[in-house]
Each structure stands twice: as structure tokens, then as C-alpha cells.
Nanobody
Framework: QVQLVESGGGSVQAGGSLRLSCVVIGFTHDNYCMGWFRQAPGKEREAVGSQFHGGKITNYADSAKGRFTISQDYAKNTLYLQMTALELDDTAMYYC???????????????????WGQGTQVTVSS
């Protein structure tokens, strides 16, 4: 059974930084995509970025470019989201997701993710 466990959320002032972590447990292979998503109150869920497990190419949403960095520790099956220069509009529940098995090493924007974490809240205040 695949499980994703996020951590690292919290409250931070505008301009501050946070790093979220997501441990992926249970995949019996390495062929999967991992992604970060977020959902603010009253808004639809939106993608933040994605990366193939063990890959180096990262796809970022426009809202994340320049401020957010996705990385991973392959040996620990952990995906990270480093967020800097946080803004009030970054306040949301952040979710980690995984999609696999994949036959390709790319993670297209319209990929249907079949495993989700429970989410971790990020609150940015002025």
C-alpha cells in the first residue's frame, strides 16, 4: 500500500521561508512521478510542481517559479518543497502526490495522480 506523509507546514510571516517534506512509502518500483499541489480556501487545487523519482527535471507552475524549489532525496524516497519569499497568497493546504507506475520518465502537467498525502497547512501572515 502506497502512503505519502507530509510534514513541515506551519505559520510564517510574509517574506519568510518554509520547507515541506513528503516521504513516499510502499512503491515496489522506482517508476513514479511526485508532485506538490496546494489548495487555498474557496479555490481549486493547483499544481505547484513535479519531478520524476530519481529524475532531475522539475516542472514548476508559474506561481512557483523563482521562489519555490522542488528536490528529492532518492535514498530516502523523500520529496521536498523549499519555499522562499512567501506571500499571503501562498496560504493553503499543501499536498504531496504520486503517480505510478509510469512507463515514461516525464511528469506532464495533466498527469492523473493516484496517491495523495493528508496535506500540511501553510499559513502566511503579514
Amino acid at each position: 500500500q502506497v502512503q505519502l506523509v507530509e510534514s513541515g507546514g506551519g505559520s510564517v510571516q510574509a517574506g519568510g521561508s518554509l520547507r515541506l517534506s513528503c516521504v513516499v512509502i510502499g512503491f515496489t518500483h522506482d517508476n513514479y512521478c511526485m508532485g506538490w499541489f496546494r489548495q487555498a480556501p474557496g479555490k481549486e487545487r493547483e499544481a505547484v510542481g513535479s519531478q520524476f523519482h530519481g529524475g532531475k527535471i522539475t516542472n514548476y507552475a508559474d506561481s512557483a517559479k523563482g521562489r519555490f524549489t522542488i528536490s528529492q532525496d532518492y535514498a530516502k524516497n523523500t520529496l521536498y518543497l523549499q519555499m522562499t519569499a512567501l506571500e499571503l497568497d501562498d496560504t493553503a493546504m499543501y499536498y504531496c502526490a504520486a503517480a505510478g507506475p509510469r512507463s515514461r520518465t516525464t511528469c506532464p502537467a495533466n498527469l492523473d495522480y493516484n496517491y495523495w498525502g493528508q496535506g500540511t497547512q501553510v499559513t502566511v501572515s503579514s
